[in-house]
């Protein structure tokens, strides 16, 4: 079966940035559609960034300008460098495969594989 890790977060300061990374195995990668969600405590799981081949992307409207996804397909993972970052941000990310990225980028339920997360915590 296709499976996702994720990697990259941590604490950081108001203002300051990491990059997450997701690998991918076990399936047929550069067709995949990729997606980035995230839940913060109490909140439900919401959409921030996914990306269609190389140059089709799509990001929630509070971190557009801030955040960049992309991938590289000779390793199987996907990014998503994240600048700027507000307490706001906090939350444990997720990384998805769309397998038959034929609809919505944003929406959850058309994804087919998730990652376990990783947490980010940006202090104030």
């Known amino acids: 079966q296709v499976q996702l890790v994720e990697s990259g977060g941590g604490v950081v300061q108001v203002g300051g940035s990491l990059r997450l990374s997701c690998v991918v195995s076990?399936?047929?990668?550069?067709?995949?559609?990729m997606g980035w969600f995230r839940q913060a405590p109490g909140k439900g799981r919401e959409f921030v960034a996914g990306i269609l081949l190389h140059t089709i992307t799509h990001y929630e409207d509070s971190v557009e300008g801030r955040f960049t996804i992309s991938r590289d397909n000779a390793k199987n993972t996907v990014y998503l460098q994240m600048n700027s970052l507000n307490p706001e941000d906090s939350a444990v990310y997720y990384c998805a495969a769309y397998f038959v990225p034929v609809g919505l980028l944003s929406r959850e339920s058309n994804y087919n594989a998730w990652g376990q997360g990783t947490q980010v915590t940006v202090s104030s």
């Open positions: 076990g399936g047929t990668f550069d067709r995949y559609a």
